[in-house]
């Protein structure tokens, strides 16, 4: 089956709606739906994701939870009209009985979209990546690479860093690289 027709969908679905309204995420998770039912085959549709509608994968699969979570609390359709998307995001991640408290006591309507992603981030913590090599390694090197920028910057500018923040930074250094050399320490003997 060509899915073509669906990757047309999609455009006009686009042109229609403003691509940050709650419309045009639940148009855009019908006509995917859709296509899914009518690929059969879930790597046939992740092509056709990937190279028909260039969409990111986990946005298509937020596009649905976001449907799913709309079509599962209709009886509240008259709140969830006037959060911004980011908040239906937000709330879409939720058990559906935190969601449902939110919406119904009026803190989602009632916070800014900055201080309701904080609230909804206490309530559903972060999952913490796995310390793997390759995560503390890249994590290690960001972190370096941010702090290179930051001392090049106030090198380059007319600002004068404050002495206290001068020691505080050495202070820091000193410390990491004593934590360093014990992890080379026992690097080197578990060898």
Same mark, same amino acid.
């Given at each position: 089956?060509?899915?073509?027709?669906?990757?047309?969908?999609?455009?006009?679905?686009?042109?229609?709606?403003?691509?940050?309204?709650?419309?045009?995420?639940?148009?855009?998770?019908?006509?995917?739906?859709?296509?899914?039912?009518?690929?059969?085959?879930?790597?046939?549709?992740?092509?056709?994701?990937?190279?028909?509608?260039?969409?990111?994968?986990?946005?298509?699969?937020?596009?649905?939870?976001?449907?799913?979570?709309?079509?599962?609390?209709?009886?509240?359709?008259?709140?969830?009209? !006037?959060?911004?998307? @980011?908040?239906?995001?937000?709330?879409?991640? /939720? %058990?559906?009985? #935190?969601?449902?408290? *939110? $919406?119904?006591?009026?803190?989602?309507?009632?916070?800014?979209?900055?201080?309701?992603?904080?609230?909804?981030?206490?309530?559903?913590?972060?999952?913490?990546?796995?310390?793997?090599?390759?995560?503390?390694?890249? !994590?290690?090197?960001? @972190?370096?690479?941010?702090?290179?920028?930051? /001392? %090049?910057?106030? #090198?380059?500018?007319? *600002? $004068?860093?404050?002495?206290?923040?001068?020691?505080?930074?050495?202070?820091?250094?000193?410390?990491?690289?004593?934590?360093?050399?014990?992890?080379?320490?026992?690097?080197?003997?578990?060898?």
């Amino acid at each position: 089956m060509n899915l073509r027709r669906f990757t047309r969908r999609l455009e006009e679905c686009r042109k229609r709606w403003h691509l940050n309204t709650t419309r045009y995420v639940v148009g855009v998770a019908r006509i995917v739906r859709a296509a899914r039912r009518a690929a059969k085959d879930e790597r046939r549709w992740c092509e056709w994701i990937r190279n028909e509608i260039h969409m990111n994968r986990s946005t298509v699969y937020r596009y649905l939870r976001v449907a799913e979570f709309l079509r599962a609390n209709g009886d509240l359709n008259h709140h969830l009209v !006037s959060l911004s998307i @980011s908040k239906v995001y937000a709330l879409s991640r /939720l %058990k559906p009985e #935190q969601a449902r408290e *939110l $919406i119904k006591s009026g803190k989602a309507a009632m916070l800014s979209d900055v201080a309701f992603l904080s609230l909804v981030r206490r309530l559903k913590p972060r999952i913490a990546t796995h310390s793997t090599r390759p995560n503390l390694s890249k !994590s290690t090197e960001a @972190s370096l690479e941010r702090l290179d920028r930051s /001392l %090049k910057k106030w #090198q380059h500018s007319a *600002l $004068i860093m404050p002495v206290a923040l001068q020691m505080k930074l050495l202070s820091r250094l000193h410390s990491m690289s004593r934590t360093l050399e014990r992890i080379r320490r026992t690097s080197a003997a578990a060898m």
